[in-house]
């Protein structure tokens, strides 16, 4: 875990210039949270990066740069005119601050390998100046001033002799050492790890072979393989943050072995990799649940017996879901397989002894499904050896939500949303993030896992027989996403009740003795896609929730004692 400073006994050993050791001894430990962070998108609402044009859309028409159809070289830079999508701002609906959000203006610098004529496209509040070319270095410059009142910011490049590449827009007076953005390690500085699903684009990602994966040369890193795996190792390196990354569905085990080398040639002594095979691979609106149900399929009918307990089953029989020849809990149990292979595979590039230190492999599952992880933990240990001997720990989703109906409703108001949420909160989450299982047909809290069989334990319970940590990869308030009451939504939303039944969660998280918890989202717009983010404005850090995510990470370990 990064260590924060939590007293002013700590700041001072710092200011005093003392090393790690000596606020070590005297700060007091706090519990283990995190922030999963967006993607790399034009629209995103807080991108890791200082320079805008990494999270750009690949390179389109110069008069329409929302249209690709220029050709490229292999890294994405244009080679011819063209033009380029930077920087979006949705409205989100409901937000009576609508029409004060907007881009981050000033006046920013300019610079890319090549001559061209800049222009800003549909981009009212934006205007360009100082354009300059270097025909020694064939180095141009310019300064693009974004106005008060710009939301989007779009470029067009013409009269070029071949295209351009190298584009760099950063604010003005940014050293050119400098890679991420203020605001975000202002907003990331509670927070000791950051979970990389969205910023390496686990769920669809293509990526098979390593050779295929996004480098920091590309173009843009807002494409379909997500962003360079150098970037997370510079951020946890630079933001002394520990990292969670998602291994893409399809990766063979060599791109798993180059991924593992990258890491431990490159991740600073001390910083913390979790390590999880891809992203939430029983959710069927994800493509890669169907992959990985294909390739289980496919194995099983090759031989793999551990993926039907045991039984020999042909294409036909895992077709027709005959008994155990079941595709879909073959694709579960593949899930654990592959986990396996995967840690196997670190522990071999890293050594043994940084499995569950250094590396941290998790398997993450269905909360509400509580059988799934049973089986599939019980599937390991039987077929592959000890679950601790491979994983540090198992990981759920602990979101509380808006009644379905409700969420459809055209006239909701902020009370009835708490109301719902808080009863989903109460009925759905808080009592099985103790550790129990359930006796006929009731959840138990106190009753320990012995191994029954669909027992239906809780992930704490299963942790503790097996030995691991029991871990939440994403958590927090769900409102549907449903094009229905959304002022109404968006006041419920920023209302400090809101940060009153996310406290709740956490002290009933951390007071049952639960692991690394990691909310969903830092940052995000606020609407039909729903309401992920502590905040929907980097430069508003005092919102009930991010207020009451951050202040449950500063507060000690030992505020942390009821479970109920």
């Not at 939440?472 to 996403?481: K, L, M």
Request: aromatic letters at 10%; hydrophobic letters at 40%; a positive charge.
């Amino acid at each position: 875990m990064a260590l924060r400073v939590r007293s002013t006994l700590a700041a001072a050993c710092l200011a005093a210039g003392l090393g790690g050791a000596a606020i070590a001894q005297n700060a007091p430990r706090g519990v283990d949270i995190g922030v999963n962070i967006e993607g790399i998108e034009d629209w995103a609402r807080l991108s890791p990066f200082v320079d805008l044009m990494k999270g750009s859309r690949a390179w389109g028409l110069p008069e329409e740069p929302w249209k690709e159809g220029v050709r490229t070289d292999a890294q994405g830079w244009p080679l011819q005119d063209a033009g380029v999508v930077v920087k979006v701002l949705h409205p989100d609906a409901g937000d009576p601050k609508a029409a004060a959000r907007t881009l981050e203006n000033g006046v920013h610098q300019l610079s890319f390998q090549g001559r061209a004529k800049v222009a800003p496209v549909a981009s009212e509040g934006v205007t360009v100046r100082k354009v300059a070319y270097d025909a020694r270095t064939r180095q141009s410059t310019a300064e693009v001033v974004i106005g008060p009142q710009a939301t989007q910011l779009m470029l067009s490049f013409t009269g070029t002799d071949g295209g351009v590449r190298d584009v760099r827009l950063v604010p003005s007076g940014t050293p050119a050492s400098q890679t991420f953005n203020p605001a975000f390690r202002a907003a990331i500085e509670p927070f000791g790890t950051l979970r990389l699903m969205d910023f390496l684009k686990t769920n669809g990602n293509p990526s098979r072979n390593w050779a295929e994966r996004t480098t920091p040369a590309a173009a843009t890193q807002s494409g379909e393989r997500g962003a360079a795996y150098e970037y997370a190792v510079q951020m946890a390196n630079e933001l002394g943050k520990d990292i969670w990354i998602n291994v893409p569905a399809l990766a063979d085990d060599a791109y798993v072995r180059a991924l593992a080398e990258l890491l431990h040639r490159t991740l600073a002594p001390g910083r913390v990799v979790y390590v999880e095979y891809s992203n939430e691979l029983w959710n069927s609106q994800f493509p890669q649940t169907a992959a990985n149900r294909d390739a289980a399929v496919a194995e099983a009918a090759a031989g793999d017996t551990t993926l039907t307990k045991g039984r020999k089953c042909t294409a036909q029989q895992l077709k027709s879901a005959a008994g155990d020849c079941n595709p879909d809990w073959a694709g579960y149990f593949r899930v654990g397989k592959r986990t396996v292979r995967i840690a196997q595979i670190f522990s071999e590039v890293f050594g043994a002894g940084a499995l569950n230190n250094r590396v941290r492999v998790v398997y993450a599952t269905q909360f509400s499904h509580r059988n799934l992880a049973e089986q599939v933990l019980k599937n390991i240990a039987t077929y592959r050896g000890k679950p601790a001997s491979f994983l540090y720990g198992v990981a759920g989703a602990p979101y509380f939500y808006l009644d379905e109906a409700l969420a459809r409703s055209p006239r909701l108001d902020a009370a009835t949303i708490h109301a719902s949420m808080n009863q989903s909160l109460e009925r759905d989450v808080l009592p099985f993030l103790a550790s129990g299982i359930a006796k006929g047909g009731t959840f138990t809290k106190g009753v320990p896992y012995r191994g029954e069989d669909w027992s239906q334990p809780s992930l704490k319970a299963l942790a503790d027989y097996y030995g691991i940590k029991s871990m939440a990869y994403e958590a927090g308030p769900d409102f549907r996403q449903v094009e229905a009451s959304l002022p109404a939504k968006f006041a419920a939303n920023a209302d400090a009740r809101m940060g009153a039944s996310i406290d709740r969660l956490l002290r009933q998280w951390f007071g049952c003795g639960n692991g690394l918890f990691m909310h969903f989202t830092l940052t995000s717009g606020y609407g039909r896609h729903g309401y992920w983010g502590l905040t929907n404005d980097p430069r508003d850090l005092k919102t009930a929730k991010y207020e009451a995510v951050a202040s449950a990470a500063r507060r000690p370990a030992t505020d942390y004692r009821s479970c109920n």
